[in-house]
């Protein structure tokens, strides 16, 4: 018995094979993202010196000690990257947000001739735009 062939129906001698990769040349297993490296990254584990003591700690914790320490010792550069960084981790990034200026009326204008080209472009009388 024969398969027939046509759209949708390649024949069957062309179809990819079991345990055959569509894309031989791909991603190749084991690779990582840059999300998984710097993960990994900011795990590892560094030894720090601090009060006499030595004591390891993850690179991210060491990271954030020296901002912090930094803009403790007055640094402005990262008082700004500190405020920001914590306005970021409570949620507040709306904060961060520059001001938006008010809609002026040749703005209000601009708008209602997009909305007028688009009612008129929907021809099927759908007004729900």
Do not use: C
Request: aromatic share 4%; net charge positive.
């Amino acid at each position: 018995m024969t398969d027939k062939v046509g759209y949708g129906k390649p024949p069957r001698e062309t179809k990819f094979k079991k345990g055959r990769s569509g894309n031989p040349r791909g991603r190749p297993k084991g690779s990582r993202n840059l999300a998984s490296l710097l993960g990994q990254t900011l795990d590892e584990r560094v030894t720090v010196t601090e009060n006499g003591r030595k004591h390891a700690i993850t690179k991210l914790a060491a990271a954030v000690k020296q901002l912090v320490n930094g803009a403790a010792a007055g640094d402005p550069k990262r008082m700004q990257q500190l405020f920001t960084l914590t306005q970021w981790v409570e949620g507040r990034a709306e904060a961060l947000a520059p001001p938006t200026e008010p809609i002026t009326e040749a703005d209000r204008q601009v708008i209602a001739a997009i909305y007028q080209r688009l009612k008129e472009r929907d021809g099927n009388g759908n007004n729900d735009l």
